[in-house]
């Protein structure tokens, strides 16, 4: 089978790529001039005595969402604490005349559909999820599944990657994942991991007939997370979509950190690429389950729900990056009160 077509990568700065962690003075370079966008901050506020405090940066990521359902969706979902909802499987829908989700409710998986066959991402948790909702799921839509050729797996989570070997081993599908993912999966050997194949380059550019998905690495939810970037073609018009790989913010603060450098590059990376389409591979984060229905209630609707326009798309990427950076202050705001409070009650010296 033929291996992906790649293109030459132009290796970014330190500062800029993906991988680069971020040192708690840089990240203060990056947000100091978000303060001036803060309520009640002023614009001259950018010393490290000013910086702004978590619920700051909550607030100003509720003030982007504003009424916007899909905006403020990702705003609850990466909110600390939050419950993902379970619900029940949509039926398969095509999106876009060349994309279809193919869902059981809680993750999903996507299906680039061209001429030369399917590039599929997200595998769903399991081989019965995947004959059952991704197997069965294409035939309902004309689609057949044995022309899938790539599973490009976003991250090395089971739900993710579980349905991925069933589907190579039953149509010869090549599995794609980042190499730090792979390594995940070598080190844990979970239930379903695929068999290692092919490794995801940051930037790598996989093309079947005349369709090319740009993959790039956005690590932070796991080592090795990747988000797609691919056409979309709507009634004549192709839109450029992106998919954010993974959604919830790790525990450890510097992973935080990692999350949010890679927000800032794909954010960059997208504009450039005028992204007006947002999708995601768990649609309760960014009200995607709701878009399909609306979708599928009106499919000779003048709109296209899921065709958000490049600004939205930009905010989207800002809220994620606010959002992030307001995890990272409560990760130390929290650190500074259990310092506080441990030197305040240990009992001063020579007594006792």
Request: hydrophobic share 40%.
């Amino acid at each position: 089978m033929t291996e992906p077509h790649t293109a030459p990568i132009r290796q970014a700065s330190p500062e800029a790529h993906p991988h680069g962690a971020l040192t708690r003075r840089r990240l203060w370079q990056l947000g100091a001039g978000a303060a001036s966008l803060l309520p009640g901050r002023a614009s001259a506020q950018t010393s490290a005595s000013a910086a702004p405090t978590a619920q700051d940066y909550f607030d100003r990521a509720t003030e982007l969402a504003g009424d916007n359902p899909v905006l403020k969706s990702i705003v609850s979902a990466l909110t600390a604490g939050y419950t993902p909802p379970r619900p029940a499987a949509p039926a398969p829908l095509r999106i876009f005349d060349n994309v279809a989700v193919l869902s059981v409710g809680f993750v999903s998986a996507t299906a680039i559909l061209t001429p030369r066959g399917i590039i599929l991402i997200d595998a769903l948790d399991n081989p019965d999820e995947a004959e059952r909702y991704i197997v069965s799921g294409l035939r309902s839509l004309g689609a057949d599944p044995s022309t899938i050729k790539y599973v490009v797996v976003t991250h090395g989570h089971g739900d993710h990657f579980g349905g991925a070997q069933y589907l190579a081993d039953r149509y010869g599908a090549r599995v794609m994942m980042a190499p730090a993912d792979w390594d995940l999966l070598a080190s844990t050997s979970p239930a379903n991991a695929p068999t290692r194949d092919l490794d995801i380059a940051d930037g790598q550019k996989l093309t079947l007939g005349r369709t090319t998905v740009t993959l790039h690495h956005t690590p932070g939810h796991t080592p090795g997370t990747v988000s797609p970037v691919f056409p979309a073609r709507w009634r004549g018009r192709t839109h450029t979509a992106m998919l954010w790989g993974g959604t919830n913010p790790p525990a450890a603060t510097a992973s935080k950190e990692t999350y949010l450098s890679s927000a800032l590059t794909f954010a960059s990376r997208t504009r450039r690429a005028g992204v007006d389409v947002e999708l995601s591979n768990h649609g309760f984060a960014d009200y995607g389950l709701e878009r399909m229905e609306e979708l599928r209630s009106a499919p000779n609707g003048r709109e296209n729900p899921f065709i958000v326009g490049t600004s939205t798309a930009q905010r989207f990427m800002k809220i994620v990056e606010t959002m992030l950076r307001g995890r990272i202050a409560q990760d130390q705001e929290a650190a500074t009160t259990a310092t506080t409070m441990a030197a305040t009650s240990a009992p001063a010296a020579g007594c006792c």
